[in-house]
């Protein structure tokens, strides 16, 4: 097999993008369902294994050029984006933290092979949202284990050909003494106890449910969950979603500009008023993808650094690129229908924005931004310096 | 009893007023995990706080890290490095 160079994936990711995600987007949108063709055509160009090392079979890429990947697909659908996003947290959190273990080995080339989609199951009801504790725990007997996990969210539970779930280490285990768990499907139950009938990012099917599995001890991530959020299931979340939407906000742009572009055609020789929008909207979204870029080298310059990873001024860093991404996306697309005015706000025109704005708004209620700030109040008081 | 005795009971006294662990300071070794026993990142800089006015000290932008804070043992090393005293 020859590899694929990041350029390739990006050029690849946009044809899916363009002739795959974008035709199925409103269908998925209006009948909150997964979006089935696009995982279809991303499987058959094997991107799910796509940051996967090589030496597992996978394609190898860095967490930048899936970022590229994350972002192309959601300037065409952002249910497709967000799937995509969650799948490589999972995926990235293995890669880092499991891998001297035999069995998941052993899963990464299945991974690879199979072109697995992986889901997570961090959130639990009683836990107030704080995903660092848990209340469910890893009951061991011998070499097998039982979890049950009341989950408020599993997103794309239902299509998950594997979820990771968090748990305390044992029944008398603290509440912040966490594993995660791999579960295979056959692994577990899931009976759905919510529906995911929402305002946007419908397609996500971000449904409730009581899990209850059974699984070997070998299946537990060797390391504590603490430092596996710490150094990568926090910064690669931050900046992934932050990547899918600044392809929302560059879409939303993008339909501003062609409308533009109509405006100016129609009276050639005048810059239409809507232009002076533009101007505006484009300075923030430069600002926003100024924001991700320098988000994702700075994690990639010290991804191998335990100790930076571990530092205060770092997670404050990273919320801070989820927390401004968040908001910027509602205020882009926001500011992308005053270009387009009417145009952007009806749902029959190509300047339709309806999606985008309603997708944008998720941003800053998954992992509320309120939370976030909270916590980075907290650290700011012990904080000295940046 | 010796500095380095005296320090760790100072660190017990803070933990079991701040750190809001599951178990009791007293039955924890000098090198446990703090985090193990239920140290939270929330409870970790209510921690931070709560030793920086007992030992009267300020900790530096490189000590706010996990790992200063995992263990008595740690704790006792930061607080040392900063108030000179040799153990």
């Not at chain 1, 699984?215 to 990568?232: K, L, M, N, R």
């Not at chain 1, 700075?298 to 968040?326: C, P, Q, T, W």
Request: negative net charge; glycine residues 8%; contains cysteine.
């Amino acid at each position: 097999m020859t590899a694929v160079t990041g350029r390739d994936l990006a050029t690849l990711a946009q044809k899916i993008g363009a002739e795959v995600v974008a035709a199925a987007a409103d269908r998925v949108d209006r009948d909150a369902r997964f979006p089935a063709e696009a995982f279809a055509a991303l499987r058959a160009e094997r991107f799910l294994a796509a940051m996967v090392p090589e030496e597992f079979g996978g394609g190898g890429h860095s967490l930048s050029e899936i970022a590229t990947v994350c972002q192309t697909l959601g300037r065409y659908c952002a249910s497709t984006g967000m799937i995509y996003a969650m799948h490589q947290i999972q995926v990235a959190c293995l890669i880092r933290h499991s891998r001297t273990s035999p069995f998941f080995q052993r899963f990464l080339h299945r991974l690879a092979e199979q072109e697995l989609l992986l889901g997570s199951a961090t959130t639990e009801l009683g836990i107030g949202g704080d995903v660092r504790t848990s209340l469910c725990a890893v009951e061991r007997q011998g070499d097998r284990f039982r979890l049950t996990k009341q989950a408020p969210v599993i997103s794309y539970g239902l299509e998950s050909d594997a979820i990771l779930v968090t748990a305390r280490r044992a029944s008398d285990a603290a509440s912040s003494d966490q594993v995660i768990v791999l579960l295979n499907k056959d692994d577990y139950r899931l009976t759905q106890t919510s529906g995911w009938d929402a305002l946007g990012m419908r397609g996500t099917c971000s449904l409730g449910f009581t899990l209850e599995a059974e699984a070997s001890v070998d299946q537990i991530v060797p390391q504590p969950y603490g430092e596996i959020s710490s150094h990568t299931m926090l910064p690669t979340s931050h900046l992934l979603w932050a990547s899918l939407w600044l392809g929302i906000a560059s879409d939303a742009v993008a339909r501003g500009r062609a409308f533009v572009r109509a405006e100016a055609r129609r009276k050639p020789g005048t810059v239409p008023p809507s232009a002076t929008r533009l101007a505006d909207v484009v300075a923030d979204l430069h600002a926003m993808r100024a924001t991700v870029h320098n988000g994702l080298a700075e994690y990639e310059r010290v991804m191998h650094d335990g100790d930076e990873l571990s530092s205060l001024g770092f997670a404050l860093r990273m919320n801070n690129i989820k927390v401004l991404a968040s908001r910027a996306v509602a205020d882009i697309v926001t500011a992308a229908l005053g270009v387009t005015g009417i145009a952007g706000y009806k749902a029959d025109s190509k300047f339709s924005l309806g999606r985008h704005l309603r997708d944008a708004h998720g941003a800053s209620l998954m992992i509320a931004n309120d939370r976030i700030l909270a916590a980075n109040a907290a650290m700011l008081l012990v904080q000295k310096d940046d | 009893m010796n500095d380095a005795g005296q320090l760790a009971d100072g660190i017990r006294t803070v933990l079991r007023e701040h750190a809001r662990l599951a178990i009791d300071p007293d039955g924890l070794d000098d090198q446990a995990d703090l985090y193990q026993a239920g140290l939270t990142s929330h409870a970790s800089v209510n921690l931070m706080l709560a030793l920086e006015d007992r030992f009267e000290i300020e900790f530096p932008e490189r000590m706010l890290r996990r790992g200063a804070f995992s263990s008595i043992a740690a704790i006792r090393s930061a607080i040392e490095e900063l108030t000179g005293v040799d153990a």
